[in-house]
């Protein structure tokens, strides 16, 4: 049987140690190709307190420093786009942070013969690795792309469009994680013989389960990054509406970012402070057990997002998920089968279906009762790490 081949994941979102907060997808599919057989590896951005060099989980991680130690800034702790409309200096992070990279990734892919890499996000890692892989490698090495959203939709102007359409015909495959997203590449004009949908996966054999016997003291949760585009303020204004017919609501917030000043004046200002608890930043083994808490999971994104794996994690636990009507969510929930959708941006109606199912006790365990079965063929971690391995298979150079 032939040698798999040695894969790179080249990433800005990565955790930076055990039990970090930091979104974990890319650890969870390189330790599972780990265990598939392949041989890999991990390029990441540095950050204070991370290690430079580690083994994890049978793989090597190597993080690039690109900026004094207490000032690299760019990337983490509310990712790359929350952190350039945050702080403008940080736009003078970009270049030692693409520099660093490109000499990073090229040493790394040298010195493990690495016959693939697995870039995540088209800009910049896409880039780079197009550059590497093509230009100083001369195509001995593949490059297999994913885009996880952000980066597809929401960086649009002709520079930028351009850097995209270069990315993906340059790769030898690209991945976007929702059908929507395959959709708008076909809307730029974008060739897709090399393209497909492949989202990331969530563990709904082992974490991500329900559990009968939970105590749901919640009665509505969002999980997520609390930053623009959220809709978390549009939360709050529904939950204005729905306690003056129920004074018992109990709300929690789970996740941190730069909109978390004001949000709690938002709350201050509604009074909701005895509704309303922010729980801040919530390690991933956590996460199962606060889903399993609460009742149902609202998303009120007012923005379109690649996929949002904060659906399939609810609905693997049995939460039904009240959401707004907006790009690849439709594609997950199914409006009146396993959770309600709502007009974007709407508090009025964002809270009436939340009403909806909170007081209709036939309709919440209807959709309570389907919500797990209607993810658990596509996103779990098993075929979705099988789709991944066959394709980086397909596509991986021989070594010369």
Not at 342 to 351: K, W
Request: overall charge positive.
């Amino acid at each position: 049987m032939p040698e798999l081949p040695r894969v790179l994941e080249l990433t800005s979102t990565f955790p930076r140690w055990e039990n970090d907060t930091e979104p974990s997808f890319v650890y969870e599919l390189s330790r599972r190709l780990v265990r598939a057989g392949f041989t890999v590896s991990v390029l990441a951005p540095h950050f204070t307190g991370a290690a430079r060099h580690e083994q994890w989980s049978g793989m090597e991680i190597h993080r690039f420093r690109y900026f004094i130690e207490s000032r690299q800034s760019l990337v983490n702790e509310g990712g790359t786009l929350s952190n350039l409309r945050r702080n403008k200096l940080n736009y003078l992070l970009l270049i030692p942070y693409c520099c660093s990279q490109l000499i990073s990734l090229y040493r790394v892919v040298r010195k493990q013969r690495i016959q693939c890499i697995h870039a995540h996000w088209l800009i910049p890692q896409g880039l780079i690795a197009v550059i590497v892989a093509r230009y100083l490698f001369r195509g001995r090495v593949s490059v297999l792309c994913t885009s996880h959203g952000s980066d597809l939709l929401g960086l649009n102007n002709r520079l930028f469009n351009f850097l995209k359409r270069r990315v993906i015909e340059n790769s030898n495959h690209t991945t976007v994680v929702s059908r929507y997203m395959y959709e708008h590449c076909v809307s730029l004009g974008i060739n897709t013989d090399n393209l497909s949908v492949q989202s990331m996966g969530v563990d709904l054999q082992h974490v991500f389960i329900p559990d009968m016997n939970a105590v749901q003291d919640i009665d509505i949760l969002f999980v997520g990054r609390l930053v623009e585009g959220k809709g978390v303020e549009i939360l709050l204004d529904a939950v204005h509406q729905l306690v003056g017919t129920n004074s018992r609501l109990r709300i929690v917030i789970a996740g941190d970012g730069p909109l978390m000043e004001p949000l709690t004046k938002q709350v201050k200002k509604l009074s909701l402070k005895h509704h309303i608890r922010f729980a801040g930043p919530v390690q991933q083994g956590q996460l199962p057990r606060l889903y399993q808490s609460a009742r149902i999971v609202v998303v009120p994104s007012v923005v379109p997002e690649g996929l949002g794996l904060v659906l399939i994690e609810a609905l693997g636990c049995g939460r039904p998920v009240v959401a707004s009507a907006l790009g690849a969510i439709r594609s997950v929930i199914r409006d009146g089968d396993n959770g309600l959708l709502a007009r974007p941006g709407d508090a009025r109606d964002l809270a009436e279906k939340i009403r909806n199912l909170l007081d209709d006790e036939d309709l919440y365990h209807t959709m309570a009762s389907r919500s797990r079965a209607s993810v658990l063929e596509t996103y779990d971690w098993q075929p979705v790490t099988a789709r991944y391995a066959q394709l980086i298979r397909s596509m991986a150079r021989p070594e010369s």
